[in-house]
């Protein structure tokens, strides 16, 4: 690898499986020193005792980035081990499949409070970190749902929306700050949880029929999201900020 993290402090919420592992990973092969948070306890925690014993420096904070309390303490957590925060990927996030028909207020306010209140929060928290340090860079998890409707996403998709509606008035508020704010929009990606739809009721059909929608005839692996986030975060893209980037196998240019 080429270090294009060396020595920056990054924290990953999400860690601990699918695209946040993915990025965890990769960041660490790539020199970066490691908050890695998640809801999961027991598997973020296994996950840094995995990097560190390949020599990486990494840190695990279980929380839930809903509660400002979690939330912070993952930001106070990188800033207490490593002396500041230079990259935050806000990868937390739920992903629930329900029409307007099937969802109930408590699923709205469920997927809301992690995908868009908890998104908020750690942006939050990690830009008046970086302000004081004199700048960083942040990388939002959006979506081909927080960029087109989908049908049977009535609940998901629009909290994508405020991701992807977050980054952009974050990258213009804060560029004089010296922080760049960027999103990823992710087609289908073989996480756990798609992994998983075969065996739910209609889940073979829905996923035959979403790797027909992508123009590539596949779907995306978590390392390929994490590659993009990469550049992102690093110095290549240093004068890119407000950008959502797909990475979706052409979804979004049919």
Not at 85 to 100: E, K, M, Q, R, S
Not at 102 to 113: F, L
């Amino acid at each position: 690898m080429s270090g294009r993290l060396a020595g920056r402090a990054a924290v990953v919420t999400g860690a601990a499986r699918g695209i946040g592992r993915a990025t965890a990973e990769l960041f660490a092969d790539e020199g970066a020193r490691l908050v890695l948070t998640d809801i999961d306890g027991p598997a973020v925690e296994a996950l840094c005792t995995e990097l560190s014993a390949d020599g990486a420096e990494a840190v695990p904070v279980a929380g839930d980035v809903s509660v400002p309390a979690d939330a912070r303490a993952m930001i106070e957590t990188a800033v207490g081990s490593y002396g500041r925060i230079d990259v935050l990927v806000a990868n937390a996030g739920v992903i629930p499949l329900h029409t307007v028909a099937e969802a109930t207020p408590e699923d709205w306010d469920a997927v809301m409070a992690v995908d868009g209140r908890g998104m908020f929060l750690t942006c939050k928290y990690a830009i008046e970190r970086m302000s004081a340090a004199g700048g960083g860079s942040i990388v939002c998890l959006s979506s081909i749902s927080g960029l087109a409707g989908q049908a049977g996403q009535a609940v998901y998709g629009p909290a994508k929306f405020v991701a992807t509606g977050l980054t952009k008035h974050l990258a213009v508020e804060c560029a004089p700050q010296g922080i760049r704010v960027n999103a990823v929009a992710p087609g289908t990606i073989r996480t756990d949880r798609v992994r998983q739809l075969p065996d739910e009721p209609g889940g073979p059909e829905y996923l035959e029929a979403i790797v027909q929608q992508h123009p590539m005839g596949r779907l995306g692996e978590p390392e390929e999201v994490a590659r993009a986030i990469l550049f992102l975060a690093s110095d290549e893209a240093s004068f890119v900020t407000g950008a959502v980037l797909p990475v979706d196998g052409g979804y979004l240019a049919r």
